[in-house]
């Protein structure tokens, strides 16, 4: 299909699709649409702006029986900010029809959750931990259930929440049919997905570019100064409109925003030691435009989709690779630009290296007297000493040891070589122009 018309949808889908602007569907939404719409179970694995949000909503919503007062589908992010997100997004589907949808999330009262559930809503959307619950309370009746989606699964695995899944999961039907997303599938996933799903299609979205193609990759080095004095050169020389500094620790974190706090600058704060209630506060802050600036460390931002992030500074490269492109991935959405700086100290260089495997395609870039300045590209040393070697072992098969040494032969033989390698220096040279 190319385009949402060409789908046989509800008149209300259709209405609510054109309302949000969309025309032509996304490549996972083109996999996954068809395959939800048949009812075959599938794994999507594809990165974070994908549209992959929609791609099981629309479907889901097509197939819903309004006259059927029960809980048909049920999906579940492993964080309240994501599982949010995808319920104001279906919210936006079904506004102005008879589809009951309930958000269900950590961090509110459980009994009013109770209590909403007198009637069983069409669809729940939530997080883990309080679907279970709930579940195990009997409030909420999820045998009558034929579609789950796991939405974020790497991130519910890594956060403990598969338990809970499988917890709640093993009292729907034996027909469920079930859709896992995600951006990676870890191995350790594999038992889970086996006992839930019997051959899922699985749908790999492996673009060249894991990343949006008008993004900026400046790669600043740290050289003599601190990483706290770099960065405040880099923040110093931008002007974002949201700026998002990502560190790998908490505790890195803190130290990043309390540096910031002496230099004058007010940065928001996002990572997981945060209450419920003031990360709560931090997002409405930040969707307030209340911050140009926010450090995050990786787990706690993966969880949330802050809109309007023009600038992504890597205080520090993560140790685990793949939160690179989750981080990078975060500006440039909706078609917009965006620039992912990077700090690195030679000791970053095998990281970086496989960081270039993976499709980013790094600008070397310095500061100077507040001016960005353009660097050699760091490998250039690197292609210099290489070919100074090839030069070498060519001067040493040209040279030999005389059969009758003299005395100085040795000086001799290393005048001669000299001269070998200045005349294929010359050559190497003349060939570059």
Not at 39 to 62: D, E, N, R, W
Not at 71 to 95: G, K, N
Not at 179 to 186: E, K, L, N, Q, Y
Request: aromatic content about 6%; glycine content about 6%.
């Amino acid at each position: 299909m190319s385009k949402y018309t060409d789908y046989q949808l509800k008149p209300f889908l259709q209405d609510a699709i054109a309302k949000l602007g969309f025309v032509e569907p996304t490549p996972i939404q083109k996999e996954i649409i068809p395959l939800i719409l048949k009812g075959k179970s599938a794994i999507g694995q594809a990165h974070t702006g994908t549209g992959k949000t929609h791609s099981f909503l629309i479907p889901i919503v097509q197939r819903l029986d309004e006259e059927k007062q029960e809980v048909q589908a049920v999906i579940t992010s492993p964080t309240r900010e994501l599982a949010q997100q995808i319920f104001d997004a279906l919210q936006q589907l079904v506004e102005g029809t008879g589809i009951q949808a309930k958000l269900f999330i950590g961090g509110t009262d459980k009994q009013r959750s109770i209590d909403k559930l007198k009637t069983q809503p069409h669809i729940v959307v939530g997080t883990p931990g309080r679907i279970k619950d709930l579940v195990k309370e009997n409030a909420l009746l999820v045998h009558t259930t034929n579609t789950l989606v796991i939405d974020e699964a790497d991130l519910a695995f890594d956060m403990g929440f598969i338990e809970e899944i499988d917890g709640f999961a093993s009292h729907m039907p034996e027909t469920l049919e079930m859709f896992v997303f995600s951006a990676t599938i870890p191995e350790k996933l594999q038992p889970f997905l086996k006992k839930y799903m019997e051959s899922p299609v699985h749908i790999h979205m492996n673009d060249k570019r894991p990343v949006a193609e008008n993004i900026e990759f400046y790669l600043v080095p740290v050289r003599s100064k601190s990483r706290d004095s770099r960065l405040l050169d880099v923040i110093q020389n931008i002007n974002p409109y949201l700026a998002v500094i990502f560190c790998n620790t908490r505790k890195t974190a803190e130290h990043v925003a309390g540096y910031l706090a002496e230099q004058g600058i007010r940065a928001g704060q996002i990572h997981g030691d945060l209450s419920p209630r003031d990360r709560k506060k931090m997002m409405k802050q930040v969707r307030d435009l209340e911050f140009q600036f926010i450090v995050a460390t990786d787990l706690a931002a993966r969880g949330i989709d802050i809109q309007g992030i023009s600038h992504v500074i890597n205080y520090e490269i993560p140790e685990d690779l793949e939160f690179f492109i989750h981080r990078v991935g975060r500006t440039a959405r909706a078609g917009n630009k965006g620039t992912a700086i990077t700090l690195f100290k030679p000791e970053d260089e095998d990281a970086l290296v496989r960081v270039e495997k993976m499709g980013i395609p790094f600008e070397q870039k310095d500061i100077k007297n507040g001016e960005w300045i353009e660097l050699k590209d760091r490998h250039q040393r690197k292609n210099r000493v290489k070919q100074e070697n090839e030069i070498d072992v060519k001067a040493k098969a040209l040279v030999r040891k005389p059969k009758k040494v003299k005395p100085g032969y040795k000086r001799n033989m290393k005048w001669e070589m000299e001269k070998i390698k200045k005349r294929e220096r010359r050559i190497k040279n003349r060939g570059r122009k």
